[in-house]
């Protein structure tokens, strides 16, 4: 840590695991219902329990974001945070409005659309407080003494991750339309500018981890930035295929699928190409194998898992189903949880001037819940093709094939365990390395000296 200002941070990262926590329960909820169990349906119906589960998935990232971006920017921009005081009461407010969502959702007071059901009041909130958060970063970066490809890659992804939360909040009567635009949000988040904001925070680390000079990576960013523009913006046509659209979205749905593994492609091969250049031996291994497993994990889950079931001929039978889950799982964990791991784990003994690098628990965080979340992939992987094979080929009712797969939630809730337990062990790390302190400022630069 080189600022004072850039232990703002840990309370950020502190935040998100809680909430991620938070997120698993409501995840086991779902689990042992799809197992048949659903004895605290009166407390947590399914539905409720679904919508928890993914809201807070989208915040507890989003504040990981935030906390890297505070750690980051000061460093990148050679200034303090303009405002720290500031900063802390927006990790609050955003903390509250979440609060207030989740208990809104357990009274059913909630907008009635897949993944944007937070009450529209609290969207407006929700945008002052971004709108915060940005005043802060921006104002920080213009009075600061340079500025760098990978913060101006990541400032460009926060901005228009703000800007794309905007037609979300736009009412339209006739439902194709409100469809259409609700994917501005939802796909173009987390297939577009949240790549940009995962591919600065990646090439930061690289930059920390492996010694590369900045300008060989900042040149790959130009490539990802391409990469994500051209394949993220078009293939947002694979959400348009079933809802009242024209049928010229088959075609650039389908094309631009498959162009979209690409730009993680190249991630994978620049983060793994950079640490085989790489010539510090930084003694943060486990930053190091984080930063590696989110560029190789979000390859698979997001690029190849995601072109699977996303070609016209294929998501005419897996729309809806279970394959969409394993997707999904594994490219939010490969690509944006596992950054926000990485970052904690390089940031962390910065920030408190402690060293526990290599440690058991560490080691057993990083490989439990990285096998229990592939584990889980594939659970859903069988689940959702013995769905597709039952409900929309033999004609099977949906009540009739849920009872039919629910062994393969037997296994999943098993591993889900297995990550859980993973979770819980990085949490433990987290909480080992203590508060921030004064102290800890250029540690890093004794670490690497020694």
Do not use: C
């Not at 589960?53 to 945070?81: C, D, K, R």
């Not at 959702?105 to 009450?119: D, M, Q, T, V």
């Not at 949000?185 to 987390?190: A, T």
């Amino acid at each position: 840590m080189k600022y004072k200002s850039q232990k703002v941070a840990y309370w950020f990262f502190a935040a998100a695991l809680l909430l991620l926590f938070i997120q698993l329960f409501y995840g086991f909820i779902m689990g042992f219902a799809h197992m048949g169990y659903d004895g605290w349906h009166n407390v947590f119906p399914f539905n409720t329990a679904r919508a928890v589960h993914t809201n807070l998935l989208v915040m507890w990232l989003l504040i990981g974001f935030m906390g890297a971006a505070y750690y980051i920017i000061p460093e990148e921009s050679q200034q303090e945070l303009v405002s720290v005081k500031l900063a802390y009461i927006q990790l609050i407010t955003f903390l509250a409005v979440g609060v207030a969502a989740v208990i809104g959702y357990h009274f059913n007071y909630w907008e009635g659309r897949k993944f944007l059901e937070i009450p529209r009041p609290l969207d407006w909130l929700v945008v002052v407080n971004v709108l915060t958060f940005l005043g802060i970063i921006l104002t920080t970066l213009y009075k600061g003494k340079k500025r760098t490809t990978t913060s101006l890659v990541l400032v460009m992804g926060l901005v228009f991750a703000a800007l794309l939360y905007l037609p979300g909040m736009i009412w339209f009567d006739n439902q194709t339309l409100d469809s259409f635009f609700r994917w501005w949000v939802v796909h173009l988040w987390v297939e577009g500018v949240w790549e940009l904001i995962m591919g600065g925070i990646l090439a930061f680390l690289l930059i920390k981890l492996t010694g590369v000079d900045r300008e060989v990576i900042e040149k790959w960013l130009y490539v990802i930035v391409g990469l994500t523009f051209l394949s993220g913006i078009l293939g947002t046509g694979h959400h348009y295929y079933y809802i009242g659209v024209g049928k010229i979205w088959h075609i650039v749905g389908g094309i631009f699928s498959m162009l979209e593994p690409l730009a993680f492609l190249a991630m994978a091969l620049f983060a793994v190409g950079m640490y085989r250049k790489g010539e510090k031996k930084h003694p943060n291994k486990m930053a190091l194998y984080w930063t590696l497993g989110t560029a190789i994990m979000s390859f698979i889950g997001a690029g190849l898992l995601g072109m699977a079931h996303t070609l016209p001929q294929t998501n005419l039978y897996t729309h809806g189903t279970l394959v969409t889950a394993m997707h999904g799982h594994l490219a939010f964990w490969g690509a944006y949880a596992m950054i926000v791991f990485s970052f904690i784990t390089f940031a962390l003994p910065n920030i408190t001037g402690r060293k526990l690098y290599d440690t058991v628990n560490g080691q057993l965080a990083f490989w439990l819940s990285n096998i229990g979340m592939v584990g889980m992939t594939m659970a859903f992987g069988v689940a959702g093709v013995a769905q597709v094979y039952l409900e929309r080929i033999l004609g099977l009712e949906f009540g009739a094939v849920q009872k039919e797969i629910e062994i393969h939630f037997f296994v999943l809730v098993l591993l889900a365990t297995m990550f859980s337990v993973g979770i819980i062990m990085f949490i433990i790390e987290f909480l080992k390395y203590g508060k921030p302190n004064d102290e800890a400022i250029g540690m890093e630069e004794i670490q690497l000296k020694a």
